[in-house]
């Protein structure tokens, strides 16, 4: 008996650590489910971080997902986007963006800026710039995930603002919620009721004030093409604060989204991934 030879389809690497053990959140299970899905329009290989620079070359596709913080990895990350450029690669999310991809400079410039950001600076000299709090947040440029994150009471005690970390007062807030973006294009938003339970999401019912705020982060970026993840605080008067422009390799949350909501998403992203130019 004759066998049909089989259809050439497009090839996609998806770099993900299915391993990584991350707080309230279960990374490995999420990328599973979505390579799943991405198995139906494509032959779909997985692989470390540290392992990507190495097989992008194969492939007509990368997509970049849960991989953790590049902070773990730096090397074998700096070496990918480098590969990328060299052979023109087709990435997804786009290497483009000034959002969380290349560190947290962006708090700092879209604080100075006037953004609707929490107040931020990365130096001694400019710590007279934060408005007093009972508390100050200090965190790493390059970190994720808390890593390096510490609360101090005295912001002039601070000896390692130097420009490689971050200096915020830590606000009071009602909630945190963020909005979840591909290519631009809004898909839904969750939100933490409760602010001791971070990762307890719950669907949250987004205004057209909530959208308008998100899309300003959104289109300052300057990504070409991906998702992206706007992380936001509301304060106890009632503001929207930036806390964080995800750009990288956002966590999802697809398991805290209604099944209509879910099946949207992959089949957005299975739209914008046929769109990736080459």
Known sequence: MNVPARTTRPSLLFVTDLAYEARGRRYGDEDVFLTARLREEHDVALCHPQDAAALLDRFGLVVLRNSGPVVYHREAY????????????????????????????????????????????????????????????????????????????????????????????????????????????????????????????????????????ARRFVEWNTLTHGIQRVDACRTREGELLLVELEDLNPYLSLDRVPEEVREGFVDRLKAALRAVPG
Not at 121 to 128: G, H, I, N, S
Not at 156 to 167: E, I, M, N, Q, Y
Not at 196 to 213: Q, S
């Open 78 to 213: 700096d070496a990918f986007r480098a590969r990328a450029r060299e052979l023109g690669a087709r990435v997804y999310n786009s290497l483009d963006g000034r959002g969380d991809m290349t560190g947290k400079q962006y708090l700092v410039d879209l604080s100075r800026a006037g953004h609707p950001v929490i107040p931020t600076v990365d130096r001694t000299a400019d710590l007279a710039l934060l408005p007093g709090a009972a508390e100050y947040v200090v965190k790493p440029k390059l970190g994720a995930d808390s890593v390096g994150l510490r609360f101090t009471g005295e912001p002039s005690l601070l000896g390692g603002a130097d420009g490689t970390v971050l200096v915020q007062p830590r606000v009071d807030f009602r909630y945190e919620v963020s909005f979840f973006f591909v290519d631009q294009d809004f898909r839904y938003a969750l939100y933490a009721p409760h602010p001791e339970r971070r990762w307890v999401l719950e669907p949250y019912a987004a205004t057209g004030e909530d959208l308008e705020f």
